[in-house]
């Protein structure tokens, strides 16, 4: 099947905003430089920026665009990244570039921005229900005809609800039936269910099968090895699901079937690969990966045994506003800076004048609105005005408090910035 489109003039166009007071990072006295000359600024992100900063590490970040379509293709199976996780149009065009099937979105804000980009073929990976965003779909279909939209539908209700509202679309939406997880989120509970969306999608007048879909990523267990089992256990439903459908005759020609975050996305190609359908999966994560849950679990970086490997792309520097005790500092980034949902920032690196090296020792035990408490090596030569830089955990609550990230070269040369619409 055919790479997704996107629109890459209007993401060009992105370069003409003009930066200034209003992104947390930039210097004073860059009001009106353009996105698109940021590169061309001269400016080094550990001398001349305002902390805090989120910085976009462009080696890593260009390594794991790479890695992960080289993995799909070597796999044979399709890629559908989560855009959710950066909400970056500059990125989502990387990606296409790379090669993937769709970008995937979860919500009505999210599909009016990849649409404003251009991105051609969406999985819009929740229900669609609303009945004027199904209207404005409709429309939509209509303006473009190369938009291709994939959704979920988990109830015959849902799809009854989809089919009214698509009255005017001059072709289908592709649907796949979803199936979830007891007290996880959307999605069938039964192959049963399953059957019976399948029918209601074949019956309707709007709306196409093209297939069964689930999301492993909200298994959980004490343990990597505990979670694995419970994601098994689902993709096993998914694919009992796929085959009752199937064994009822109302498959498509060339089914798909999707799961996969970034955690256990060998997981679910291992699971689906007996079936005859392409294999999508649709990581978001992966793009940046972390420093610590993505690190750990990612079958291309802690569970990975090979060469081909996902690394940490993304660091949060803050200067050190303090250092009222000898092993306690505090940094000048809270939590209106860092994700904090699945662990607190790893501090690795200190910096002064410009020159960053990496520190054993450091901790962050805490975060304020504003500032990050850290305890450090007695012996640590650190002072108010050196800057801290820290992985985070978790990249989803990175970029959505971050309307501008900066990219660095190896040197923490800035050359270019992303920017995020949340
Ligand atoms: C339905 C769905 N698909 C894919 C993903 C992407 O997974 P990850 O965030 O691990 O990259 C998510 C993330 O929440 C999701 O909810």
Redesign the pocket.
């Known amino acids: 099947m055919s790479a997704t489109t996107i629109d890459a003039a209007t993401v060009a166009a992105l370069d003409d905003e003009q930066l200034g007071y209003a992104f947390k990072g930039l210097p004073p006295g860059t009001e009106g430089v353009r996105l698109g000359d940021v590169g061309a600024q001269g400016w080094h992100a550990l001398r001349d920026l305002a902390m805090p900063a989120m910085l976009l590490l462009g080696g890593p970040l260009e390594r794991n665009l790479r890695e992960m379509a080289a993995w799909c293709r070597e796999q044979d199976v399709l890629l559908a990244p ?1 855009g959710k ?1 950066t909400m970056a149009p500059q990125l989502f065009a990387r990606q296409v570039e790379a090669g993937c099937f769709a970008i ?1 979105c ?1 919500t009505p804000w999210h599909l009016r921005i990849y649409r404003h980009f251009g991105v051609g073929r969406v999985l819009y ?1 929740n229900e669609l229900v609303e009945p004027a965003l199904l209207a404005w779909i409709a429309a939509e279909l209509a303006r473009d005809p190369g938009f291709e939209l994939y959704a979920l539908a988990d109830s015959v209700t849902t799809v009854e609800a989809m089919d009214r509202g698509l009255l005017d679309a001059p072709r289908p939406v592709r649907v796949l039936v979803e199936m979830g997880l007891p007290h996880g989120r959307t999605g069938c509970r039964t192959t049963g269910e399953a059957v019976a969306v399948a029918q209601a999608v074949v019956a309707a007048s709007h709306l196409e099968l093209a297939g069964v879909e689930g ?1 492993e ?1 909200l298994a959980r267990a004490e343990t990597v090895d505990g979670t694995i089992a419970r994601v098994d256990v689902f993709l096993a439903q998914v694919v009992a699901a796929f085959e009752a459908i199937g064994a009822a005759g109302l498959l498509p020609d060339e089914p798909l079937v999707t799961a996969g ?3 256990y996305f060998d997981r679910v190609v291992a699971a689906f690969r007996p079936l005859q359908a392409r294999i999508v999966v ?5 793009v940046t990966q972390d420093g610590g849950f993505y690190d750990q679990v990612s079958p291309l970086a802690g569970r990975s045994g090979g060469d081909r490997r996902l690394v940490n792309a993304l660091e949060v520097w803050g200067a050190v506003v303090s250092r009222p005790e000898t092993d306690f500092a505090v940094a000048s980034f809270g939590r209106r800076d860092v994700p904090i949902d699945l662990g607190l920032p790893i501090a690795v690196k200190v910096a002064r004048d410009g020159v960053a090296r990496e520190v054993d020792g450091m901790q962050v035990v805490a975060l304020s609105d504003q500032h990050a408490h850290l305890t450090i090596p007695p012996d640590l030569d650190l002072v108010a005005g050196d800057l801290v830089g820290a992985r985070i955990i978790h990249p ?1 609550g990175a970029f959505d408090r971050w309307r501008l990230l900066l990219v660095v070269d190896d040197d923490y040369r800035v050359t270019g910035g992303v920017r995020t619409f949340f």
């Open positions: 989560h996780t995937t979860a990976a999301f990523g975050g970034s955690a649709r990581g978001g994560c992966y989803c």
